[in-house]
C-alpha cells in the first residue's frame, strides 16, 4: 500500500529527539512492506518574520522524507492557524511528491494539527485518512474553540484511529462519546529491538543500582515526580542498611535542585545528562531497576525499553503504565513516600525472570509486531 505519512512531530538534525517514536511508526509501515513517503510539516519559533526550508532525502531505513521547516517568530500564530499550514503542505505534496506519488492512504499523526490538515487532504484526493494518537492534551485542545471543532470533525471522518494506548483510548472515548467503537484499534509504540536487548544481569554486587530517566524541568503541571522516588530510596537504604546508587539521565531546568536533595538526604546519585540510546541501554544492563515517578503516561517508551532489556521497572500506578507494568516485571506504587518506600523494598526481595521481562516486552512492541498491527488496520479498510 502507498502510504502518505503526516506528522507535525519528527527528528531533525538540530532537534534529533523530537518526535522519535514517530519516526520509528514510519520505519515499521516500511518494513512491514508498505511504499511510504513522510511528509513533516514543522513550525519552529525564531527571530524572523517567516522562512521556510524543505529538505527531501532518504533516511537511514530508506524511508523518502520531506521535511517542511517553517520558521518565524509569529511561530504561536501561525501553529494554530490550520488554513496557512494547509495551504503550505498542499503546495509542498504537489511540489515534491505529487508527480510520482499517489498515495492509497493518508496516515497522520496526532490529531492536531497534523490530522486536521491530513483530514482537509483526504478529501481532496478522496483517499482514507487514519490517526495514530500519542497526544496527551486532548482535553486541553478540545477547550480551544478556534480548533475544537477541527480536531472532532478530523477524529469523526478518520477510517481508524489508533491511540498509543488504552488508556489513551479512553481519554479520547470519554471526550468524544460519539466516536464509534468500531474505529479504534490501540497500537503501542516501537521499541527498538536492535540497541534495547536482553543482557543477563551481574548479581552479587555491594550496592543496588537504580536507573530514571526523562526531561527533569518545572512545569505548571509537573509530569515528572524525582523527588518521590529520591526521598524513598534514601529511605530504603537506611531502613535496610544497604548501598544504593541512582543514576539519573536527562537534562532540564531542576538538575541543581535534584543533586541538591540527593546530597542532602545522603544518596549517592550521579547526573549523565542527555544520552544516547545505546549508552541509556547500556547503563540499563548494568542497572538493578528503573524507577519512574510521574502524574500521567500515555505510553511510557522509557519503561518500555527498561523492560526490553530485561529491567525490572518500579512506577507510579498512573496513565498507560499498568499496561506496561505487572508484579511479574516491576511494581506499581501510588504517587506518596510510604507506597514508593514499601514498592521498592518489594521490588529488591523479588527475584524476577529478567530473559521472560524482556521477551514479553519484545512480543508486544518490536518493529515486525507493531508494522503488522497497522497494516490490518489498513488491510480493513481495501
Request: contains cysteine; proline residues 4%.
Amino acid at each position: 500500500m502507498k502510504v502518505l505519512f503526516l506528522t507535525s512531530w519528527y527528528p531533525t538534525l538540530q532537534q534529533p529527539h523530537f518526535g522519535v517514536f514517530v519516526k520509528e511508526h514510519a520505519h515499521a509501515i516500511h518494513l512491514a512492506g508498505h511504499n511510504i513517503v513522510v511528509l513533516a510539516l514543522l513550525v519552529s519559533k525564531k527571530k524572523c518574520l517567516f522562512q521556510i526550508k524543505v529538505e527531501k532525502n532518504k533516511d537511514e531505513a530508506g524511508v523518502r522524507t520531506v521535511v517542511v521547516q517553517i520558521n518565524s517568530f509569529l511561530r504561536d500564530y501561525l501553529y494554530h492557524f490550520l488554513p496557512f499550514q494547509y495551504l503550505i503542505l498542499k503546495h509542498i505534496y504537489r511540489k515534491h511528491i505529487a508527480a510520482d506519488f499517489k498515495p492509497d492512504i493518508i496516515h497522520s499523526n496526532v490529531v492536531f494539527p497534523a490530522g486536521t490538515l491530513g483530514d482537509w487532504l483526504a478529501k481532496s484526493l478522496n483517499i482514507p485518512h487514519v490517526i495514530t494518537e500519542h497526544w496527551s492534551r486532548i482535553k486541553g485542545a478540545l477547550d480551544m474553540p478556534f480548533i475544537s471543532g477541527a480536531i472532532i470533525k478530523a477524529y469523526s471522518k478518520s477510517a481508524a484511529i489508533m491511540p498509543v494506548s488504552h488508556f489513551l483510548k479512553n481519554c479520547i472515548q470519554s471526550l468524544i462519546p460519539d466516536l464509534p467503537e468500531k474505529k479504534f484499534s490501540v497500537v503501542g509504540n516501537v521499541v527498538k529491538t536492535d540497541l534495547f536487548h536482553y543482557k543477563e544481569k551481574i548479581v552479587g554486587t555491594d550496592e543496588i543500582r537504580f536507573c530514571a530517566i526523562a526531561t527533569w524541568s518545572h512545569k505548571k503541571i509537573p509530569d515528572k515526580l524525582p523527588e518521590l522516588f529520591i526521598e524513598a530510596l534514601a529511605n530504603v537504604q537506611k531502613k535496610m542498611n544497604i548501598k544504593v546508587k541512582l543514576i539519573m539521565i536527562g537534562g532540564g531546568d531542576r538538575l541543581d535542585e535534584l543533586s541538591v536533595l540527593s546530597k542532602l538526604k545522603d544518596l549517592n546519585a550521579e547526573f549523565r545528562g542527555f544520552l544516547g540510546k545505546e549508552e541509556i541501554c547500556s547503563i540499563l544492563h548494568s542497572c538493578d531497576f528503573l524507577v519512574h515517578a510521574s502524574t500521567t503516561e500515555t505510553f511510557g517508551v522509557g519503561v518500555a525499553e527498561a523492560l526490553m532489556t530485561g529491567t525490572p521497572v518500579i512506577c507510579s500506578a498512573v496513565g498507560a503504565l499498568p499496561e506496561l507494568v505487572n508484579e511479574s516485571n516491576g511494581v506499581l506504587c501510588v504517587n506518596n513516600i510510604e507506597n514508593w518506600e514499601e514498592g521498592i523494598i518489594g521490588a529488591i526481595n523479588t527475584k524476577y525472570n529478567h530473559r521472560i521481562i524482556a521477551e514479553e516486552v519484545k512480543a508486544r512492541f518490536s518493529q515486525h509486531t507493531i508494522g503488522q498491527q497497522i497494516t490490518q488496520v489498513y488491510d480493513k479498510l481495501k
